[in-house]
Each structure stands twice: as structure tokens, then as C-alpha cells.
Nanobody
Framework: QVQLVESGGGLVQAGGSLRLSCAAS????????MDWYRQAPGKQRELVAA???????NYADSVKGRFTISRDNAENTVYLQMNSLKPEDTAVYYC?????????????WGQGMQVTVSS
């Protein structure tokens, strides 16, 4: 069984920073893409940032230049550094990973954590 455990969310003032972490554990052969998604109240879940095992990244237009995704392949961990936070960044943030296990590749999700940016 694979688990993704997130940490680092919380309350911050506009203009501030937060660093989210998500660690994968279990019987993992390797991890392909690791992503961060978010879901604000009344809105659909959206992709925030993604990173491949080789380090290629992709960002939503709304966070480009403010957020940075990175990963530690040895630790099966993905990070999201969020700077210059805005109230519209308020959402529940989820990590997602495409994990290669014995028998195939499967998507796993973290439990989600609240990020609240006050104005």
C-alpha cells in the first residue's frame, strides 16, 4: 500500500510564503509525475504544478513566477514553495503521484490540507 502524507499548510497573510511537502511511502518501485492540485470552495479541483522524475515542470498560469515545485527522488518527496501568496490562493491543496508498484502504475492522492491566505 502506498501513502502520501502532506504537511506545511496553514494560515498566512497576503504576500507571505508557505512551503508544502508531500512524502510518499510504501512498496514503491519508482514515481513518475508528482503534482499539486487545489480546490477552492465551490470550484473544481485544478492542477497547480507538476514535475516529472527528470525534473521537468509545468505550472498553472495563475501561479507562474510565484510558486516553485521541486522533488527529492531519493526521499520520494515533492515540495511546493509558495511565495507572494494572494487571497485567491486559498484552497485545499492535494498532492498526487503516479507511482510504479509491483503490478502496474497507479495514481495516489494525499489527504489534502488547508491553505488560507488572509487579506
Amino acid at each position: 500500500q502506498v501513502q502520501l502524507v502532506e504537511s506545511g499548510g496553514g494560515l498566512v497573510q497576503a504576500g507571505g510564503s508557505l512551503r508544502l511537502s508531500c512524502a510518499a511511502s510504501g512498496k514503491i518501485f519508482s514515481i513518475n509525475v508528482m503534482d499539486w492540485y487545489r480546490q477552492a470552495p465551490g470550484k473544481q479541483r485544478e492542477l497547480v504544478a507538476a514535475i516529472t522524475s527528470g525534473g521537468s515542470t509545468n505550472y498553472a498560469d495563475s501561479v507562474k513566477g510565484r510558486f516553485t515545485i521541486s522533488r527529492d527522488n531519493a526521499e520520494n518527496t515533492v515540495y511546493l514553495q509558495m511565495n507572494s501568496l494572494k487571497p485567491e490562493d486559498t484552497a485545499v491543496y492535494y498532492c498526487n503521484a503516479a507511482v510504479n508498484v509491483n503490478g502496474g502504475s497507479y495514481d495516489y492522492w494525499g489527504q489534502g490540507m488547508q491553505v488560507t491566505v488572509s487579506s
